[in-house]
């Protein structure tokens, strides 16, 4: 929550006002400079440090994939669910978007797809690392 405290009879404080609620509305609080997209961030695990999602759930590659390309799909992406971006977004950094077999936008990390695992129940799990020696966690 932000508190903004101005003179109540400046025109000045009246259009910052109006100016800060416009920012917050839009989303620009939220900027970053970072290299990495919203949906994506650094966490630290038992494994080190890795991609996570939003919510903190550890992100994958499937050795499989080819550059900009999913293998992953219907009973694969039930498990590994794929991180999908929205239509509006772009790539950033070493990040980028591909289109999947189904037209649904993903996010990848150097070109390679990223996913969680279905079995990964709470932010910092890494129970799919290794998973038929396919499945890696995603590292910066």
């Not at 101005?6 to 509305?25: E, F, G, N, Q």
């Not at 961030?41 to 759930?57: A, P």
Request: hydrophobic share 35%; proline share 5%; glycine share 6%.
């Amino acid at each position: 929550m932000i508190n903004l405290t101005l003179p109540t009879h400046s025109k000045a404080s009246v259009l910052i006002a109006t100016i800060a609620i416009a920012l917050i509305s839009s989303g620009c609080s939220n900027y970053s400079t970072s290299t990495t997209p919203q949906a994506v961030q650094q966490n630290h695990t038992n494994l080190g440090n890795v991609y996570t999602d939003n919510s903190g759930m550890t992100l994958y590659t499937f050795k499989k994939d080819k550059t900009n390309v999913s293998n992953c799909n219907n009973g694969c992406a039930v498990k590994w669910p794929p991180l999908l971006a929205r239509d509006s977004a772009t790539s950033k950094g070493n990040f980028s978007i591909i289109t999947r077999a189904d037209n649904s936008k993903q996010w990848a990390l150097n070109g390679k797809p990223l996913y969680r695992w279905f079995k990964d129940k709470k932010p910092g799990d890494t129970t799919g690392e290794g998973i038929k020696s396919v499945w890696f966690v995603a590292k910066p």
